[in-house]
Nanobody, 124 residues
């Protein structure tokens, strides 16, 4: 079991930045693939960024490519999502996810463990 707790959400203006953090505990964090997903109002949850346990190349959804950056610090059992140039279409509940597999997962069903989410709101 991996327990995930997100933080860092809030209200910002369009064009500003936020950094989300996800603190993990439980099963060995370093051997889990990690991801950030989001679910906007009336929309399905979707992966926006993902990183394999080995720290190799990341995946980004087209909607966030070039603006968001995912990283992990295995010593701190934490994964981050740096969000720059936030747009009015970015507001959502952002969820951290973990999965004990090799490689990178780009589907919601790839991940076994989920946090409770943190709200991001962007005013235009």
């Amino acid at each position: 079991q991996v327990y995930l707790v997100e933080s860092g959400g809030g209200l910002v203006q369009a064009g500003e930045s936020l950094r989300l953090s996800c603190a993990a505990s439980g099963r060995t964090f370093s051997t889990n693939a990690m991801a950030w997903s989001r679910q906007g109002l009336g929309k399905e949850r979707a992966i926006v960024a993902a990183l394999p346990w080995s720290g190799g190349s990341a995946y980004y959804a087209d909607s966030v490519k070039g603006r968001f950056s995912i990283s992990r610090d295995n010593a701190k059992n934490t994964v981050y999502l740096q969000m720059n140039s936030l747009k009015p279409e970015d507001p959502a509940v952002y969820y951290c996810a973990a999965g004990p597999f090799i490689g990178i997962g780009v589907r919601i069903k790839d991940y076994a463990y989920w946090g409770q989410g943190t709200q991001v709101t962007v005013s235009s």
